[in-house]
């Protein structure tokens, strides 16, 4: 167990050094921030028009750094990238998984010192590995949402902008320099996108891959369409932001009559995991027959199964497609 816990220490110590580093290079010079962002947009949501996006990518890493260029050519996940972008912060996916060892280490260290059982450092410390990503869940869908909010506003102004004489790029451009966060980061990207020598199409399908949100799709369906057939583009936007702003009306409306639902729900859930966490506090001795005897090894992976299968069932109870 000491080699173990000296095991974890090191990976702590290392984790912080590691990640101070990265956070510090990320916030050096702005210009750099700006370059960075866009070589995570291209990874968040980056598939159409790929060989285009590729070229200003090695472009932009051949006057990189080793660690820098390493980072954006390994193998990346586009998930992770699409929800740090979110977050606002400098950091890369190499400084997310860090970060995730760093909480691993914390939770094992802390359940080592102060909590009972052999395998309690083990536990916490796998369990904790996830809470980094469980914030970005919280963060990306608190992202969407406000997304989803400023999006009938943005297509007002876009219709003003084509009524006016510009181009729907034109309009989107103004999008991205008068609207707040996180809307005009999206409308910025598919820009450069565009100013990158992408097509129409591809940039708005990349922006669709970045934003999970039917409303957006709505949108990007209806201007191509209008590309190949033709017809009043401020007409369509107007009718667009309408039905989108009917649509968010009554989601509110579903939310409100679901509330009390979804609440028991929450308590039905955690009320077995707060009743374990306390015994096990209270009365170590007496739950940890749990997993020291048969039949309670037994008990607990049916209680959990249970648990889970439960969850499942109440989460499409109360869940309303809309």
């Known amino acids: 167990m000491n080699i173990i816990f000296l095991g974890v220490v090191f990976l702590f110590a290392t984790a912080i050094i ?21 070589l995570l947009y291209i990874s968040a949501g980056g598939k159409h028009g790929k060989d285009k996006l590729d070229l200003y990518k090695n472009r932009v890493l051949k006057n990189a750094g080793i660690l820098e260029s390493l980072a954006f050519t390994l193998p990346r996940i586009s998930t992770i990238d699409r929800m740090l972008l979110k977050t606002g912060l400098p950091i890369t996916a190499t400084g997310f998984f860090i970060g995730c060892i760093l909480s691993g280490s914390i939770g094992g260290l802390l359940a080592y010192q102060f909590l009972p059982g052999r395998g309690t450092p083990f536990i916490l410390g796998f369990l904790c590995l996830f809470i980094p990503y469980l914030v970005l869940l919280k963060i990306e869908a608190s992202n969407l949402q406000k997304f ?11 219709a003003r902008a084509t009524r006016s004489g510009h181009a729907l790029i034109s309009g989107m451009e103004m999008i991205a320099e008068e609207m707040p966060a996180p809307i005009k980061l999206e409308f910025r990207a598919t820009v450069d996108e565009v100013n990158m020598g992408l097509s129409f199409k591809d940039a708005l399908a990349n922006m669709c891959d970045r934003v999970p949100s039917a409303d957006l799709r709505l949108f990007a369906i209806a201007i191509l369409i209008q590309k190949e057939t033709g017809g009043n583009v401020a007409e369509i936007l107007d009718r667009i932001g309408r039905l989108i702003r009917e649509r968010q009306q009554f989601h509110r409306q579903v939310n409100t009559l679901t509330a009390e639902g979804r609440l028991s729900a929450r308590v039905l859930i955690l009320l077995p995991v707060v009743m374990f966490i306390y015994i096990y506090f209270a009365n170590y001795e007496y739950i940890s027959l749990m997993w020291t005897e048969k039949l309670g090894i037994y008990m607990l992976t049916g209680g959990v199964i249970m648990q889970i299968i439960g969850a499942i069932f109440i989460r499409n109870i109360v869940k309303i497609e809309i």
Request: avoid cysteine.
């Open 148 to 158: 989803e909010d400023q999006l009938p506003e943005a297509l007002d102004l876009l």
């Open 18 to 38: 590691l990640f101070a580093y990265l956070f510090w290079q990320e916030t050096k010079f702005t210009e750099k921030r700006i370059l960075k962002k866009r």
